[in-house]
């Protein structure tokens, strides 16, 4: 059985050449990491397109997981002209993102809906944080959820 790394790196080939690493993951959250080295700009601190995919990946990650395992099956998109990422301070060390799932009562809505509809957007609020847990930019990033029908 593949890993969760093993499987993003398989799906989105640009967080393998990113070295992103599930750092944590379970069926509520999931937090990504990616290394400075490789993922830096001419000064010297994280590129904004590395953090910005890493944000965008690790709240598609998270929704993919929670699809599949709500419908056993289903596609996820960003809806990136909905994305609004907020570059606070720059990032001179490796950095992570933490995704969580909204509450029960959201997500039972959530579920409601994509039942009669087959889809539904989701916006999510996630941030980049340092190695020393600093938090340096922040995002808020607009998914669609669709469940594909068997």
Excluded: C
């Excluded at 993951?25 to 590395?50: I, V, W």
């Amino acid at each position: 059985m593949r890993s969760r790394e093993q499987r993003l790196h398989e799906q989105i080939p640009l967080t393998a050449a990113m070295r992103v690493r599930v750092v944590f993951a379970d069926d509520q959250r999931l937090e990504l990491s990616a290394p400075l080295q490789g993922n830096h700009n001419d000064k010297g601190t994280a590129f904004a397109g590395s953090l910005s995919a890493l944000l965008q990946v690790t709240g598609w990650e998270l929704w993919q997981h929670w699809v599949n395992m709500t419908w056993g099956e289903g596609q996820i998109a960003v809806a990136a002209v909905d994305a609004r990422l907020s570059y606070l301070k720059p990032v001179q060390d490796d950095f992570s993102v933490q995704a969580k799932l909204p509450t029960m009562i959201e997500l039972e809505k959530m579920i409601a809906a994509v039942n009669r509809h087959g889809k539904i957007r989701t916006t999510s609020e996630l941030t980049v944080r340092d190695g020393s847990g600093a938090v340096k930019v922040t995002g808020t990033i607009q998914y669609a959820l669709f469940r594909l029908e068997g």
